[in-house]
C-alpha cells in the first residue's frame, strides 16, 4: 500500500506560481511512477505530469509544458509539481498519484489540493 497526502494549494492571481507537494510514505517508491493530475468543476480528470521514480523521465500534458514542471526528492519520499504562469484555467483539483511500472493504470491517489486561479 501507497499512502499519499497533497499539499500547497491555495488562491493566486493569474501569472503567478504554486508548489504542490505529495508526500508518500508506505511504501519504497523505486518501482513506481508518481503522477499529478486534475480535475475542474464539470470536467473530467486530466493526466497533468508524471515521473518515473527510477530514473527521474518526467512526461507532461501539452497543456502544461513549459509551464509546470514535476521533480521528487528521493531522501524525503515527496514529489513536487512547481506551476508557474498560471492561467485561470489552470483551477481544479489536483490529486497525486502512483502507480507500479508494471501496471497501466494509477492505483493510489492522494484526497486532492485545491488550486484556484483568479483572473
Known amino acids: 500500500q501507497v499512502q499519499l497526502v497533497e499539499s500547497g494549494g491555495g488562491l493566486v492571481q493569474a501569472g503567478g506560481s504554486l508548489r504542490l507537494s505529495c508526500a508518500a510514505s508506505?511504501?519504497?517508491?523505486?518501482?513506481?511512477?508518481m503522477g499529478w493530475f486534475r480535475q475542474a468543476p464539470g470536467k473530467e480528470r486530466e493526466f497533468v505530469a508524471s515521473?518515473?521514480?527510477?530514473?527521474?523521465?518526467?512526461y507532461y500534458a501539452d497543456s502544461v509544458k513549459g509551464r509546470f514542471t514535476i521533480s521528487g526528492d528521493k531522501s524525503k519520499n515527496t514529489v513536487y509539481l512547481q506551476m508557474n504562469s498560471l492561467k485561470p484555467e489552470d483551477t481544479a483539483v489536483y490529486y497525486c498519484?502512483?502507480?507500479?511500472?508494471?501496471?497501466?493504470?494509477?492505483?493510489?491517489w492522494g484526497q486532492g489540493t485545491q488550486v484556484t486561479v483568479s483572473s
Open positions: 508506505g511504501r519504497t517508491l523505486r518501482n513506481y511512477v
Open positions: 515521473i518515473r521514480w527510477s530514473d527521474s523521465s518526467t
Open positions: 498519484a502512483a502507480k507500479s511500472i508494471t501496471t497501466t493504470s494509477y492505483g493510489y
